[in-house]
């Protein structure tokens, strides 16, 4: 593979004067061994002209987050980071590359989870790109690699977990967000260390059940999120019922036989666990009448 290497580029505003007071010198000490006459004069600067012009192509200015990817006849000589302004070989290509924070937002997909449903997803993805020479030597677009691979790592990522789970310890879409992120952000570097990019954040930006399901699905969660929070009241209901019981007979309150137990635990069943208001039924006569 490329790797980037540096390139000892020295400094625009050293090279500039000796570049100009070079050629000027060229130039005089020429001048002096032609004939003294205006067209001999013409003449003979216009090579000097050209060489001028020909060093000052050399150069080059980097800017902040900016790197130049240097090249001479199709061989890599390495890259400059240093900003500023710089002098190479004229004959040198310099190609700018960028280093700044990027960031983008996938295109809404539509998926199977891994419990065969379909959703659709986006994420949003921030990166840089960390080494020149893998980015524009490995790969023939870095950008659009970049943007290929983060789409094709959130389609493989949401196959590999359901869209919401009841099940307790199990990774989910929609309920573990910060996990799934962090999954996504590997997934996505593994594929893309080929091209000199770092993956900074990966996180999903839209989360939904594909619109043919949706209805269902709401019921479905609906149902579910019914079911879970009457699990919850029976138990605690079965909790209270268990410690009346016990502080009845503790204290010696009162002694129930076992059909007025069951009579006791039957009413306040019925009251902790009923979702609408009780009406109250009142013994005015004696226990057991």
């Not at 260390?193 to 699905?217: C, D, F, N, Q, W």
């Not at 007025?260 to 009251?271: E, I």
Request: charged share 20%; aromatic share 6%.
């Amino acid at each position: 593979m490329m790797k980037e290497k540096t390139f000892p580029a020295p400094s625009g505003w050293v090279a500039l004067p000796v570049v100009l007071l070079g050629t000027l010198a060229l130039d005089v000490t020429f001048q002096r061994v032609v004939e003294d006459t205006l067209e001999a004069r013409i003449i003979t600067q216009i090579p000097f002209l050209l060489l001028l012009i020909f060093l000052l192509a050399g150069l080059f200015v980097v800017n902040p987050n900016e790197g130049r990817v240097l090249l001479l006849f199709g061989r890599y000589k390495g890259t400059v980071k240093d900003q500023g302004l710089h002098w190479a070989n004229p004959l040198l290509t310099k190609r700018r590359i960028s280093l700044r924070v990027r960031n983008f937002e996938t295109e809404h997909s539509k998926v199977n989870d891994t419990e065969g449903n379909p959703i659709e997803m986006a994420s949003v993805v921030v990166w840089k790109v960390v080494d020149t020479a893998e980015a524009s030597f490995e790969v023939d677009d870095y950008v659009n690699y970049v943007h290929v691979q983060s789409e094709s790592a959130l389609r493989n990522l949401a196959t590999l977990y359901p869209y919401d789970t009841q099940e307790e310890g199990s990774l989910s879409l929609r309920g573990n967000t910060d996990e799934i992120a962090g999954q996504l952000k590997i997934e996505i570097q593994s594929r893309l260390h080929k091209a000199g990019v770092e993956v900074l954040e990966a996180r999903i930006t839209h989360l939904a059940y594909a619109p043919e399901i949706a209805s269902a699905m709401l019921q479905r969660q609906q149902a579910g999120a019914i079911i879970a929070a009457r699990t919850l009241i029976v138990e605690g209901a079965v909790g209270m019922v268990e410690m009346a019981l016990e502080k009845l007979s503790s204290q010696h309150i009162v002694d129930l036989d076992e059909e007025r137990k069951a009579n006791m635990v039957s009413n306040l069943l019925v009251v902790l666990c009923s979702d609408k208001a009780t009406q109250p039924v009142l013994n005015t006569g004696s226990l057991y009448q």
